[in-house]
């Protein structure tokens, strides 16, 4: 079945470094991506997203290239700040309309001043 | 908007006890998830509904869990009887056709003593 397989945490940086969590996917057709943010105490936020092979969604910063002949979707900043620090979970959505999406194990992000 | 609405925010019970979490989706989304977070498991989809009707519920753990959806403005997901390996913080989440993006709420941080 369709899976999303993200790098483990935690991931420890120092404000303005870069930052990279690797996203890989498996899944028939073409999926959707997602980006989702959760911070301490709070429900999950959507980041950014790409619907198609190539699209580069971004936001706040943040960006990730839908890369279909590596089925990753990469999350990159180059340079955190402290309230970065927060769950960072890559999700997938089959291309079936209306089924639910499908969230990688979360990856959480300490970022230090 | 105000958002996707969970209540309790906590709830501490006792093992046996039945337990009812409630979910307020965002008016006009069609679909509405409900999700459980663990540190072992991660995020985990339970059963979704579409309309009010429920689509899969493939992922509810066993029998003593059960969710309902009796109008497009109100769902309950209860657990009875409850054991302490149900703890754990269940999200709901709710989405509408036209836009495709979730919105999650706060969840509820369910303790079975």
């Known amino acids: 079945g369709d899976s999303v397989t993200q790098m483990e945490g935690p991931v420890t940086l120092s404000e303005e470094a870069f930052l990279t969590i690797n996203c890989t996917y498996t899944?028939?057709?073409?999926?959707?991506l997602f980006w989702y943010v959760q911070y301490p105490g709070e429900g999950l936020q959507l980041l950014l997203k790409?619907?198609?092979?190539?699209d580069k969604g971004s936001n706040k910063g943040f960006e990730a290239t839908y890369r279909k002949e590596t089925t990753s979707f990469h999350l990159e900043k180059g340079s955190v700040q402290v309230s970065d620090s927060a769950v960072y979970f890559c999700?997938?959505?089959?291309?079936?309309?209306?089924?639910?999406?499908?969230f990688g194990k979360g990856t959480t992000l300490s970022v230090s001043s | 908007d105000a958002g996707v609405i969970q209540s309790p925010r906590h709830e501490v019970t006792e093992m046996g006890q039945e337990v009812t979490l409630r979910c307020k989706p965002i008016s006009g989304h069609d679909y509405l998830f409900w999700y459980r977070q663990t540190m072992m498991r991660g995020l985990e989809l339970l059963i979704y509904f579409n309309n009010n009707v429920p689509i899969d519920d493939s992922g509810m753990p066993e029998d003593r869990f059960s969710a309902k959806m009796p109008n497009a403005s109100f769902s309950t997901l209860k657990i009875q009887p409850s054991e302490p390996r149900d703890s754990a913080v269940y999200f709901c989440?709710?989405?509408?056709?036209?836009?495709?993006?979730?919105?999650f709420g706060s969840g509820t941080r369910l303790t079975v003593v």
């Open positions: 899944a028939t057709g073409y999926p959707s």
């Open positions: 999700a997938l959505r089959p291309n079936q309309a209306g089924t639910a999406l499908i």
């Open positions: 790409a619907t198609k092979a190539d």
């Open positions: 989440a709710s989405s509408s056709t036209l836009t495709g993006g979730y919105t």
